[in-house]
C-alpha cells in the first residue's frame, strides 16, 4: 500500500480512538481519493462505514459506504489480498442491518450465505426475520426491534452501549419514514430515540476527549448532534404543538452552544492562534501537495495530494516545505539573481570610490 494512504488509514484510526470523528472521516475519505487500487477504496470505504455507524450515528452514511463497499468487492475481487473476504462479509452483515425492506434484507442475506455460510447472523437473524415478514409485520417495526437492542437506557444492567448502532437505525428511520409508512406515533419515538443517544453520544465524546483539558475543536464531533436539528426542526413543523420535542431540541441546541463557547474560552485561556492556513509547496516546481486548516493545535480539515510525508517532490526532486502562501517565495539564493545584484553592488561601489579619489 502506498505510504501515504497508509499513514492517512493510521491517522483515521488514531483520530477516531480520540473521538475526532469528522477528522477520522475527511482522513479516510482523502486516502480514498488517493488510493488507485479498487480493493484498497473498498477496505477505505468500510472502514468510512464504520466510523458513520458506531461513532457518528449517521445511518444513512453509514449505509452508503457499506453498499459501496459491497460494489466495489464485487465488480473488482480482492486482488492480492484475499483476506479481505473477511472486510467484504462485515460489509455485507453491516448493510443487512442497514436494508430499508424485507427484500434487501433477503437479498444482501443470500450474497452473505453465499460468501460465508453458517456464521452466527444467517443462523440467528435471518430465520427471525422471516417469521416476522410471514405474520406481515412492517419492516419499520422491525427497524425499531432492532434498535433496541443495541442499548437499554431504562437499565444500565442490560445496557450494552451500542449507542452509535441504534442512533444509525434511528437515523434511517428517520430518513426514509415516507418510504416506509411511519406513523406519526412512530415517528415522534424514533425522533426522541435518535436525540437521547445524540445528547448521550455528544456527552460521552466531551469526557472521552478531556472536558475542559481538550485542546481541539469541538467541531470534530458536534455533527452527532446538529444533523438532528433539521430532522426536530422537520416534526415541529407538523406537530408544533409537542411541548416534549421542543424542549429536546432546546437542550440540545444548549448543548451545542455550550460546547462552543466552551471552545472559546479554552483558545482564550490558552492563546491559541484563530484559524490560519498552511501549504506544503515544493520550492522548485511550485507543485501544492496538502492544505491544512489549522483551528487550535492539529486541527486538519482539507488535504490534497499527501504521497509520504517526506520532504521530497516525486515529480522534480525538489524541497517540499510547508508554508503561509501556496505560491512560491522569490528567493535571492538561487539561480543568476544574486550574483547579477552582487556584480551590480560591486560596480556602484567601483563609482562611488573613483569619484571621491577625483
Not at 483515521?12 to 475527511?26: I, K, N, W, Y
Not at 481541539?216 to 406537530?239: D, G, R
Request: hydrophobic share 40%; proline share 4%; net charge negative.
Amino acid at each position: 500500500m502506498n505510504i501515504g494512504v497508509s499513514k492517512l488509514i493510521e491517522d483515521a484510526e488514531s483520530f477516531a480512538d480520540q473521538r475526532r470523528l469528522l477528522l477520522a472521516a475527511q482522513t479516510l475519505e482523502e486516502a480514498r481519493r488517493l488510493s488507485q487500487i479498487p480493493d484498497r477504496r473498498a477496505f477505505i470505504s468500510y472502514n468510512l462505514g464504520a466510523i458513520y455507524w458506531h461513532h457518528l450515528g449517521n445511518g444513512v452514511a453509514a449505509r452508503r459506504e457499506f453498499l459501496a463497499c459491497i460494489a466495489a468487492f464485487d465488480a473488482q475481487g480482492y486482488g492480492q489480498h484475499p483476506q479481505l473476504r473477511t472486510v467484504h462479509a462485515n460489509a455485507l452483515e453491516n448493510a443487512m442491518l442497514c436494508a430499508l425492506s424485507f427484500e434487501e434484507f433477503d437479498s444482501l442475506a443470500g450474497q452473505l450465505n453465499n460468501l460465508t455460510p453458517g456464521i452466527p447472523i444467517l443462523t440467528g437473524l435471518v430465520p427471525e426475520v422471516r417469521d416476522w415478514r410471514e405474520r406481515g409485520d412492517a419492516w419499520s417495526d422491525r427497524l425499531f426491534v432492532l434498535a433496541a437492542t443495541y442499548y437499554n437506557r431504562n437499565d444500565p444492567r442490560q445496557d450494552v452501549g451500542r449507542y452509535g448502532c441504534a442512533k444509525s437505525t434511528y437515523h434511517l428511520i428517520l430518513a426514509h419514514r415516507r418510504e416506509l409508512r411511519v406513523s406519526r406515533e412512530n415517528w415522534r419515538m424514533a425522533l426522541f430515540e435518535y436525540c437521547a443517544l445524540s445528547m448521550r453520544m455528544a456527552s460521552d465524546c466531551v469526557k472521552a476527549r478531556g472536558g475542559d483539558t481538550d485542546l481541539n475543536s469541538p467541531e470534530e464531533f458536534l455533527p452527532i448532534l446538529t444533523e438532528a436539528l433539521p430532522l426536530v426542526e422537520e416534526y415541529l413543523q407538523w406537530n408544533s404543538g409537542d411541548d416534549g420535542l421542543k424542549r429536546t431540541c432546546s437542550d440540545m441546541v444548549e448543548m451545542v452552544n455550550n460546547c462552543r463557547q466552551r471552545w472559546s474560552a479554552i483558545k482564550e485561556r490558552s492563546g491559541i492562534m484563530p484559524q490560519k492556513t498552511d501549504y506544503q509547496v515544493c520550492q522548485k516546481c511550485g507543485t501544492v501537495f496538502s492544505r491544512r486548516d489549522m483551528d487550535g493545535p492539529g486541527f486538519m480539515v482539507d488535504m490534497m495530494d499527501i504521497y509520504d510525508h517526506s520532504t521530497m517532490c516525486p515529480k522534480c526532486g525538489g524541497d517540499v516545505k510547508w508554508q503561509s502562501s501556496p505560491e512560491i517565495q522569490p528567493r535571492l539564493g538561487s539561480g543568476w539573481l544574486p550574483v547579477l545584484i552582487m556584480f551590480g553592488l560591486l560596480f556602484i561601489g567601483l563609482l562611488i570610490l573613483i569619484y571621491w579619489v577625483r
